[in-house]
Structures are given as structure tokens and as C-alpha cells.
């Protein structure tokens, strides 16, 4: 396993002690804090990390397609508190505090991804340009979520499961789109979470107690194991690849979104069913190449027991371990040069700790190990140099580093 590979992992893990070490005298506000820096910083991080170790590679084609809805969708979450706002209903800040907040957020994230873009030279799967780091369309989209959280998360957890859902559909259609590798769009989102809640840290500081609801009330019911649903974040990483004499077909990091039920069968177990899209670069390496080949889609089922214990009212950590069952898409790959097994079974381990927001609303983290059979086949093409006609039968392994947004039923 590489170098680079280990600092993501240690950085994932030690990106959830300040969600372990907290206590039930951490007001809700602070606790939102808490989280979404951890979120945030988990992100923003690993993404840079990612992008830094990223070996010299190429494409073989150009590749035109771009889903346009999307460059509106962005938006959408930045958009719907003020919607909101006019129709009447409350939010947490009055006009001018919300507009100040808002502005200094969307002032720094813009910033921050446009210096980013001019100085580091990053070039998009599409071939179109050298700007992919990070992915602006996440940065958006992840900034207006995490808005929406803090206007309207206290009125009900839907308003930010709903944004944070529109967010993980924009950052995953860049990468199907192939506007975007995983790492340009987790770092993206990082930069949106983080610029999103220095924004509004910075709001508080000037505004004070002036225009703003008492919008967090203290969590006083216990932290039960209750039915939930989860929107999950997950940037996985490969620990091996696929040899092929002189060749090696390398299955990169990548991003998964999907909804996860939580349901309790005795006091501490549960069981967790999860349905997700995962979206993974394919690359060809040899001793001269590294090309990009084509997303590898994925749509995956997995079922995990889990043990979950409580440390105080506000946090819990849970470990749980299953099985996994993955559909493939076929891979849109030039001359088919390369093709792979219809589906894949694995198994899959995870701890996760969480931290509530309010009494039925949490933010969490988790990292986890993934191994899974995958079947390749690489057949001779002239657009990538090759000449044999081989297949390999293999385990996967891969870390995967999560966060995640939960009602509580």
C-alpha cells in the first residue's frame, strides 16, 4: 500500500476525535460546529491529499457529454432558504444576517476554488481543459446544503437531507459526465461545508444575539437505538489493482452516494441496509502509460449487523460487518478494451460515530474496510497499444471513508 494511501487513512481516523470527545455539555450549536468541521475538513483534506498523489495521466479520447440541468441544479440549495424565507416560514436569521452570512460564504468559496483552479493544473477525464481541481459544481452545491442546515435544519431534519441529497446528485453526475475524478468532487464539497460554516461563524460574531430565532433546543431525550435514515458521503480507496503481465488495470478512488435504514432489533444491535451509487476511474498502467479509461458504475446493496454503543446522550459509535452486492454497468471504454464481470459480491466492515444535532437529526463519520471479487477481461486494442487477451479473477480491497447526514423515526 502506498505512502499517500496511509496518511488518507490516519487523517480519516483521526478526523473523528472531535466527534468522540464530545460530551453532553457541548450546547447543539456547538455540536453542529463540531460536525460539520469534521465533515468538512475530512473532505477538503483527503480530496487534497488524493490530488497531490495522483500520478501523470492522460486520455485516449476526448469524450463530450455534459448533463446541462445540472449547471442550474447547483444552485438549488443556496436558493431554497430564501424561497422559503419569502413564502414566510421562519429560518434561523433575519434578512440582513442572513444575507451577510451568506455572502461571506459564498465570497470565500468562490475565492478559494477559483485560486485552487489557476494554480494547480488538473486535467478534467473529458479532455476539455486543465481546471478539475476541485469541482466548482460541488463547491456550489455543498455550500447551499450546508445553508440550508443552518437556516432551516432546526425546523426540520428533511430540509437538510433534502439539500444535502441535491448536493450528492450534482457532485455524482460530474463524475458520470466525466467533468470530474472523485477527488475533485470531495474536495469540492469539503471547500462548500467549510466555507458555509466559517460564513456564518463569522455572521455570529458581528450579529450577536440580533436577528436570530433561539432556533436549537437542549437535547434532553435519550440516545436510543431508534429507526433512522441516512443520507451517506463515501470516498473509497483501491489498495490493489488488477496485473496483467505488463499491464495493470487500476480501479481509483471514487465517490458513493446513497440512503442507508438503520433498524434495532435489541437494545444495541441493529441492522443496516444500504443502497448506493458508486462511481470509480478506471485507469491503464504499464511502465510508460496511465490512461484513463472509463467510470466504472456501480449500483450496491449491502446488509450489516451492527453493535452500537452510547457514549453520552449526544454521541454514540457503532461497528458493523456484512456482506455487499454490487451491479456493474458496462464499461463505455474505447475499442471495449477492457470488460468486466456483471456483478460482484464482497464483504464489508465499518465503525462510525455520531453526534446529534438535535433530537432527531445527527451528523456522523465513519471509515471502513471493503474487499469484494471483481472478474476483468482485456482484449488487444491499437488505441491503447496492446496486444494480448487475458482475464483475471481478483479481491478488492478498499478503505472507505464516510460522512453522513440521519433522521431519527
Do not use: C
Amino acid at each position: 500500500m502506498k505512502y499517500n494511501k496511509v496518511i488518507v487513512i490516519l487523517f480519516a481516523i483521526l478526523a473523528l476525535i472531535p466527534t468522540l470527545r464530545a460530551n453532553d455539555s457541548i450546547p447543539s450549536y456547538k455540536a453542529k460546529q463540531l460536525s460539520l468541521f469534521t465533515a468538512g475538513a475530512t473532505f477538503s483534506i483527503t480530496g487534497a491529499i488524493s490530488n497531490n498523489s495522483f500520478n501523470k495521466w492522460e486520455i485516449s479520447q476526448k469524450f463530450k457529454h455534459t448533463t446541462k440541468a445540472v449547471d442550474a441544479i447547483q444552485y438549488a440549495p443556496i436558493a431554497f432558504p430564501w424561497a422559503i424565507k419569502v413564502l414566510g416560514t421562519p429560518t434561523r436569521s433575519g434578512w440582513g444576517r442572513m444575507a451577510s452570512s451568506q455572502a461571506t460564504s459564498t465570497l470565500l468559496m468562490a475565492g478559494s476554488v477559483s485560486l485552487i483552479k489557476d494554480n494547480i493544473s488538473s486535467l478534467r477525464p473529458d479532455g476539455s481543459d486543465m481546471r478539475a481541481f476541485p469541482s466548482g459544481h460541488s463547491a456550489w452545491a455543498y455550500l447551499g446544503a450546508t445553508m440550508t442546515t443552518y437556516e432551516l435544519g432546526w425546523k426540520s431534519p428533511w430540509f437538510s437531507l433534502g439539500a444535502y441529497s441535491i448536493a450528492s446528485a450534482v457532485a455524482m453526475q460530474r463524475i458520470i459526465d466525466r467533468r470530474h475524478l472523485p477527488k475533485d468532487v470531495i474536495t469540492g464539497a469539503g471547500i462548500g461545508i467549510l466555507s458555509a460554516q466559517i460564513g456564518y461563524t463569522l455572521g455570529d460574531l458581528i450579529w450577536g444575539n440580533k436577528q436570530i430565532d433561539n432556533y436549537f433546543e437542549p437535547i434532553n431525550t435519550p440516545n436510543n437505538n431508534s429507526h433512522t435514515l441516512s443520507l451517506i458521503n463515501i470516498y473509497s480507496i483501491p489498495l490493489n489493482k488488477f496485473q496483467f503481465e505488463n499491464l495493470a488495470i487500476n480501479i481509483s478512488s471514487g465517490f458513493e452516494a446513497g440512503v442507508k435504514w438503520h433498524g434495532p432489533i435489541l437494545d444495541k444491535l441493529s441492522l443496516a441496509t444500504t443502497i448506493s451509487f458508486r462511481s470509480s476511474p478506471i485507469f491503464l498502467e504499464n511502465k510508460s502509460i496511465n490512461v484513463y479509461v472509463a467510470p466504472l458504475n456501480q449500483i450496491r446493496v449491502h446488509i450489516a449487523p451492527g453493535y452500537r454503543f452510547n457514549i453520552n446522550k449526544i454521541v454514540s459509535i457503532g461497528i458493523e460487518a456484512g456482506g455487499t452486492y454490487s451491479q456493474n454497468f458496462s464499461l463505455k471504454s474505447q475499442e471495449k478494451v477492457i470488460s468486466l464481470s456483471n456483478n460482484s459480491i464482497g464483504g464489508i466492515a465499518n465503525i462510525n460515530a455520531s453526534m446529534r444535532i438535535t433530537d432527531d437529526f445527527s451528523i456522523g463519520a465513519n471509515v471502513g474496510y471493503e474487499t469484494s471479487i471483481h472478474e476483468f477481461s482485456i482484449s488487444p486494442s491499437k488505441a491503447y497499444e496492446i496486444s494480448i487477451k487475458s482475464k483475471e479473477r481478483k479481491n478488492i480491497n478498499t478503505i472507505n471513508i464516510g460522512i453522513s447526514t440521519s433522521i431519527t423515526l
